[in-house]
């Protein structure tokens, strides 16, 4: 059973406006996260992560919020740019586990 | 440049023939696994390896093998590949789970 699940498969945003990907976990043991984007023929790329002693995370457009109560974490990138079209997985761990559960992913894509 | 490489990219065989995928880091990294992506399912976990001669199983280990002789190189090994190990197919590395996974450009392959 996957313990990561991200519902939404698929995205399409306007160039310019806000991009918000969801993600749920299950498992009350993860306290770290991640996201990764993956271009057609490449392998996934690291993007951004947050801890479990914090809510929030900002890398330039990207932004991390992380709802421990909720079991849940969204990613938002501000304002989207057709580069950012690729799919997102998210990711998440145990402690200093190395291993990492991923969702199935959401493809994103940024209309002109 | 810091990469993990994996050869081959793309690669058909036949059911019960023994393959191998190589995989090989050049950041030093002590941490390697390898994951599978299918449709819907995301990235999973088949084996990793903490240091050498160090392995453990991950999510789907069954119908692989794995090996950590040397730190640079995480091969791994289909004694007898089936239809149901067709799938896209990334070695990752890692110095820390805090910093992320490096991941390979991924080998597809496909079992007929």
């Known amino acids: 059973d996957q313990q990561v699940k991200q519902n939404s498969p698929s995205l399409s945003v306007q160039e310019g406006r806000i991009s918000i990907l969801n993600c749920d976990y299950t498992?009350?043991?993860?306290?770290?996260f991640l996201w990764y984007k993956k271009y057609p023929a490449e392998g996934p790329t690291f993007l951004i992560s947050?801890?479990?002693?914090?809510d929030k995370n900002e890398d330039g457009r990207f932004t991390v919020f992380l709802n421990k109560s909720a079991k849940h974490l969204s990613l938002h990138i501000v304002p989207s740019q057709p580069g950012d079209s690729a799919v997102y997985f998210c990711a998440a761990s145990a402690g200093n586990d190395y291993k990492l559960s991923f969702g199935a992913g959401t493809t994103v894509t940024v209309r002109a | 440049e810091a990469q993990v490489t994996q050869n081959p990219r793309y690669l058909i065989t036949v059911t019960g023939k023994k393959l191998t995928v190589t995989c090989s880091q050049n950041m030093n990294h002590e941490y390697m696994s390898w994951y599978r992506q299918d449709p819907g399912l995301g990235l999973r976990q088949i084996y990793y390896s903490m240091n050498v001669e160090v392995t453990d199983k991950g999510d789907v280990p069954e119908g692989y093998k794995v090996s950590r002789k040397e730190k640079r190189n995480f091969p791994l090994i289909l004694e007898s590949p089936s239809p149901n190990q067709t799938s896209l197919y990334f070695c990752?590395?890692?110095?820390?789970?805090?910093?992320?996974?490096?991941f390979g450009s991924g080998t597809r392959l496909t079992v007929v």
């Open positions: 990752a590395s890692s110095l820390s789970p805090f910093y992320g996974y490096t």
């Open positions: 498992n009350s043991m993860f306290d770290y």
């Open positions: 947050i801890s479990s002693i914090k």
